[in-house]
């Protein structure tokens, strides 16, 4: 039995709405719904975003994921006087987010102006077997004397993205008592929304519908007895389409029978459905923590549910934004956050997904082959932000300065190209996860070969070797670079398992691998000096360091650019996020433990983890050395980007590629698992905190669960494994229980022996 948590918001708060219409935001990886409240509050950002549904609203606009109407709010008046929390008194209050089945619960007792108290109850799911579906029901119970009660929901097209409107209202209708749908296209006619509603009333109510304004609105006017409740049930059928195939009426008659069977089933009945779909993603990739600190298993869940309710497995040729489907930041545009944070989910638990999420690389080939064309170079140059075209989305401009109105370039998509080889690396270990051979010889070779290419012509010959001009790696406060070694490093390893992958495949091409040979001989690989520090690029050592400790302190908020220009920094030895450390994490086998800790001991307190990408890599990378309590350091700091008291770090969305990094801190950090030379390796070392860690995992055909306590892990395996733990090789299938003594591990959490166990 799963002991699933749930998220609580502690206290109604006007300041924290937009941080908890994010963090507790429902989603089925179809479409995301913020969790702002049925009433309505100025500073309140509602949004509804659908998977894939990008739209272009002007010259100077990148496509961004379209905010559709509004379904969410309800005005309610309470005997004459409107239901707003920011008046009268909040007697009680209960909010949670229910991980188990993904119901979002509000319970509030309140005591108007008036001095007339009510309870009001509200509940409301995105459904997880039934796509575009989404329940809610709000309920009010007069406590202290009948009530009069009028209620007015439905479909609101005013709903904008921050101004920007992306939809024209095609028409609007009513059907029987209860049933509304309004039909909208994007305005370049590209897409169709269709939104059905059903609303109802019980007890019955004096209820009609309006529609203006973009609007339409069912009201219901209702008399009740003190301690009687009056409840609302609403459906909504959410669907779109960007092909033509049928007509645009029989589209949304289909719509409206689908909803009409939901409405015959009710609120109950499809929670249940629901829940069984989320029962059966918790069984592939809940993560137990037996902990001190009872907030680590809520981060855990909230992890899990949020990597899922953010991700369109149903759809290769939609991506997981920056924010997942949470809200508007970075327009919902798909980052190297995808391939390298979110993918080892995935990869671990369901690696359909991973799969499906290389094949929107794969489908958007063509756009990575146009932009490496159009700038001179072969091969496929992925674009640094992407939507569904597979186009560079980037904007050209950041922040302004308005006092000269000179706009700052945002250089990512001209010199960001690191994210090239960053899907090449997830190709490499989705196979080396899975052996899917099928997938390999179509779509992955070609990715591998063309991505490849990319990188032979755009190395430079330069002081009698092959070098990378000009490019910005991970750590974007230092742009515009030779020798980034985080980008020269990757392309080595997208180049060279190009070539592996075409031998095993029997893919020939004389000439891709005479060039590919070259490029391994001759690119150039920044060493290690004589403290085993790599240099991030040709310039960095040579650059003065200041000392970072008060912005260190305000992490994620960019205090620094307050002191010094974008240009400043880059002159400085200032990080933005981890770069030669996240070398170290994406390519354990290149490096030593040592050269690992000696990376860590010089690029951190040169870095300011400004971006939520950066600390859980060097905690993994910590855990992987031994620090497991700094590791836990890291960890705990992760967790809090979204979870800590900030009320305003994630108004925009949730940061998921640190959802995607909570977990990955656990299975690659503290259970210490990592690919090497193609194989399944664990050096689990837990926090002093941890008294247990158990969660399932995938590798190739076997569904393994790993259980590690004080002295003992425990393996469970559905079909026969190798796999090595602490470096002794072990070949496993069934169960196994293993004392901790049986292996010789060394303070840093590695082995002192190599050995072999079969059991
Ligand atoms: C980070 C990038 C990241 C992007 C989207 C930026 O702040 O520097 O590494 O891809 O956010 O999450």
């Known amino acids: 039995m799963l002991n699933l948590t749930v998220l609580t918001e502690p206290a109604f708060c006007p300041h924290s709405l937009n941080k908890y219409a994010s963090v507790m935001a429902c989603g089925n990886g179809y479409m995301g719904i913020r969790a702002t409240h049925e009433e309505d509050y100025t500073r309140q950002t509602r949004g509804m975003y659908l998977a894939g549904l990008y739209h272009q609203a002007g010259r100077n606009e990148t496509n961004e994921l379209v905010n559709l109407p509004d379904i969410i709010g309800i005005d309610v008046e309470l005997d004459g006087e409107n239901f707003t929390l920011l008046a009268g008194e909040i007697l009680n209050w209960q909010r949670e987010l229910a991980f188990s089945n993904g119901e979002l619960r509000r319970s509030v007792l309140w005591r108007s102006s008036t001095g007339k108290s009510y309870r009001l109850e509200s509940r409301r799911f995105v459904s997880l077997d039934q796509l575009p579906l989404v329940a809610m029901q709000f309920s009010i119970t007069p406590v202290d004397g009948p009530a009069q009660i009028v209620l007015k929901t439905g479909i609101d097209a005013t709903q904008t993205n921050s101004g920007r409107q992306h939809l024209d209202e095609i028409s609007v209708r009513v ?5 509304m749908q309004g039909i909208y296209e994007t305005q370049d006619r590209a897409s169709d929304v269709v939104i059905s509603a059903y609303c109802s009333v019980s007890p019955d109510a004096d209820s009609c519908f309006t529609a203006k304004n973009r609007r339409v609105t069912s009201h219901h006017s209702v008399n009740i007895a003190q301690g009687d409740t009056v409840t609302l049930d609403k459906l909504v059928w959410i669907t779109h389409r960007s092909d033509k195939a049928l007509s645009q009426d029989s589209f949304a008659r289909n719509a409206l029978s689908e909803l009409k069977v939901c409405a015959a089933r009710g609120y109950a009945s499809l929670l249940e459905s629901s829940s069984c779909a989320w029962e059966s993603v918790w069984r592939d990739s809940r993560v137990d923590v037996m902990s001190s600190e009872p907030q680590d298993q809520v981060a855990l869940d909230y992890a899990v549910w949020h990597l899922t309710a953010m991700t369109p497995a149903h759809d290769e040729r939609s991506s997981i934004a920056a924010k997942g489907l949470t809200g508007e930041g970075y327009k919902g545009h798909v980052f190297w956050d995808t391939e390298i944070f979110l993918l080892p989910f995935h990869l671990f638990t369901r690696p359909q997904i991973a799969r499906s999420l290389l094949r929107y690389r794969w489908l958007n080939l063509s756009g990575a082959r146009e932009k490496a064309r159009r700038n001179g170079w072969p091969g496929a140059l992925f674009p640094w ?20 109105g000179i706009r700052q370039k945002v250089a990512s998509a001209l010199a960001e190209h690191h994210i090239v080889a960053d899907i090449a690396w997830a190709i490499v270990a989705y196979w080396q996860a899975t052996h899917d051979d099928a997938f390999m010889r179509n779509e992955g070779l070609t990715l591998l070969m063309e991505t490849a290419a990319f990188w032979m012509g755009r190395a430079t010959e330069a002081n009698g070797r092959l070098e990378i001009h000009d490019v910005i790696g991970p750590d974007e406060y230092t742009e515009h670079v ?12 997208n180049v060279a398992s190009a070539v592996r992958f075409m031998a095993m495949f029997e893919r020939q091409d004389r000439r891709f691998t005479e060039n590919a040979a070259r490029f391994l001989e001759r690119l150039w690989l920044p060493e290690a000096n004589d403290d085993g520090v790599i240099p991030q690029d040709d310039t960095f050592l040579s650059k003065p360091a200041i000392d970072l400790s008060r912005y260190k302190e305000k992490a994620g908020k960019q205090t620094i650019l307050l002191d010094y220009s974008r240009a400043e920094v880059n002159e400085m030895q200032i990080l933005k996020q981890a770069d030669v450390v996240m070398l170290n994490y994406l390519l354990p086998e290149r490096f030593t433990v040592q050269q690992c800790a000696a990376n860590l001991a010089f690029y951190e307190p040169r870095t300011i983890h400004d971006s939520s990408l950066s600390k859980a890599i060097h905690g993994i990378v910590s855990a992987r050395g031994g620090d497991t309590e700094r590791a836990y350091a890291f960890w705990r700091d992760g967790i809090a980007i979204d979870l800590g008291d900030d009320p305003h770090s994630s108004d925009d969305g949730i940061h998921a590629a640190a959802t995607g990094a909570i977990w990955s801190g656990v299975i690659q950090g503290f259970a210490g698992i990592q690919i090497m030379e193609g194989e399944l390796h664990l050096a689990p070392k837990l926090p002093a905190h941890w008294q247990k860690l158990a969660f399932p995992l995938r590798w190739r055909n076997a569904r393994m669960r790993f259980i590690f306590e004080q002295d003992a892990v425990t393996v469970e395996t559905s079909a026969p494994v190798s796999f090595s733990l602490w470096g002794t090789t072990l070949r496993a299938c069934g169960h196994h229980v293993w004392s901790y003594k049986d292996f010789l591990i060394s303070d840093n959490g590695t082995a002192t022996t190599e050995g072999s166990h079969d059991a």
């Open 175 to 179: 059907f029987d008592q209860h049933f």
């Open 385 to 404: 932000e992407s939507a569904a075209s597979g186009q560079e989305e980037t904007p050209e401009f950041a922040a302004i300065n308005i006092r000269t």
């Open 482 to 493: 030779n020798n980034n070694a985080y980008t020269n490093y990757l392309a080595w390893h």
